[in-house]
Every structure is written in structure tokens, then in C-alpha cells.
């Protein structure tokens, strides 16, 4: 389990520091946490001119965020999207920060 959450998931340096925080939650909250995502998930648009960058893989749970970006598009035609090939869920900043850095500079 914890091969795969060094291969799949954080680096293993950040390893120490997320089984600090998840100690300090329980069972229910955890499952809450997990089952809740991307459910009733409303958004209001405040101000349709504003610039958003949406970032999101294409492994494991990322079709949340392909939805998400669905449900954001409604409201800002102008978010660009970009999508990152064979990337789990906040891959890109966890552990390409250089390549995510020049994604967020290219686009400001």
C-alpha cells in the first residue's frame, strides 16, 4: 500500500506529513469526504469575465474533474482547460512543479 501511494500518489517525502493529517481523521469523515465529491455540486458565476485555468489529468478519479470543468464552462466560456495525458490528480503540481509553474505563467 504504501509502494503504491509513493508511486501513484505523493511523493514520498510529503508521506510523513499526510499520515499526520489523515490521523486526525475519522472513519466517517474520511467516507464523507470521498462519497461527497462532485455530488450536488452547484456553481454560481459572479463574474463571467473572470480568467480560469483549469488543470486536470486523465488517470483514476479524474473524471470528477472532467465534470467539474463541464459544470464551470456553463458559466465561463472563456476557461481554458488543459488536460495532462496519463496524470492522476494534482500530479502535475505534486511532482512537475517546473512544468506546472510554466502552465500558470503562460497563462497570467
Keep these: ?9 505523493l511523493p ?10 489523515v490521523d486526525f481523521m475519522t472513519d466517517s469523515s ?7 465529491v462532485g455530488q450536488g455540486l452547484e456553481i454560481k458565476a459572479y463574474h463571467t469575465d473572470t ?4 488543470l486536470h489529468g486523465t488517470k483514476v478519479n479524474e473524471i470528477i474533474s ?3 470543468a463541464k ?4 458559466f465561463y466560456p472563456t476557461m481554458q482547460e488543459r488536460s495532462f495525458q496519463g496524470y ?6 505534486i511532482c512537475h512543479q517546473k ?10
Aim: glycine residues 0%; positive net charge.
Design 12 to 21: 514520498e517525502k510529503f508521506l510523513p506529513h499526510f499520515l499526520n493529517f
Design 71 to 74: 459544470k464551470l464552462r456553463k
Design 30 to 36: 474520511v467516507k464523507n469526504m470521498v462519497y461527497s
Design 66 to 68: 472532467r465534470k467539474s
Design 51 to 54: 480568467k480560469i485555468l483549469f
Design 99 to 108: 512544468q506546472w509553474i510554466k502552465e500558470i505563467e503562460q497563462f497570467i
Design 1 to 9: 500500500m504504501i509502494r503504491n501511494f509513493k508511486k501513484n500518489f
Design 88 to 93: 492522476m490528480h494534482a500530479e502535475l503540481a
